[in-house]
């Protein structure tokens, strides 16, 4: 079975910095395309970030480029998104997921919180 777990969510200051980890297990990371997305509290799903498998291409919403940045590691199964300078209306909880072939989400984790307050 699929298993996407994230991390490194919290409370930070406007202009903060956090590191979210999305822990893989239960399919050939290396092989998957993945992404992160956010959704705040009564609103849809927004697309933040996603990044290819073997030639490991990164793409962003307009709305964090030159602030967030996605990496991979596949020896540990894991995708992180670097977040600097963080706005309070991105307060919202961030998940990870898995990419089909054809660009559909396949599967997704618990998703973590993060709060941008004063």
């Known amino acids: 079975e699929v298993q996407l777990v994230e991390s490194g969510g919290g409370l930070v200051q406007p202009g903060g910095s956090l590191r979210l980890s999305c822990a893989a297990s239960?399919?050939?990371?290396?092989?998957?395309?993945m992404s992160w997305v956010r959704q705040a509290p009564g609103k849809g799903l927004e697309w933040v970030s996603s990044?290819?498998?073997?030639?490991?291409?990164?793409y962003y919403a307009d709305s964090v480029k030159g602030r967030f940045t996605i990496s991979r590691d596949n020896a540990k199964n894991t995708v992180y998104l670097q977040m600097n300078s963080l706005k309070s209306q991105e307060t919202d909880v961030y998940y990870c997921?898995?990419?089909?072939?054809?660009?559909?989400?396949?599967?997704w984790g618990q998703g973590t919180q993060v709060i941008v307050s004063s």
């Open positions: 990044i290819y498998s073997r030639i490991s291409n990164t």
């Open positions: 239960g399919f050939t990371f290396s092989s998957s395309a």
């Open positions: 997921a898995k990419v089909s072939g054809t660009g559909s989400y396949e599967c």
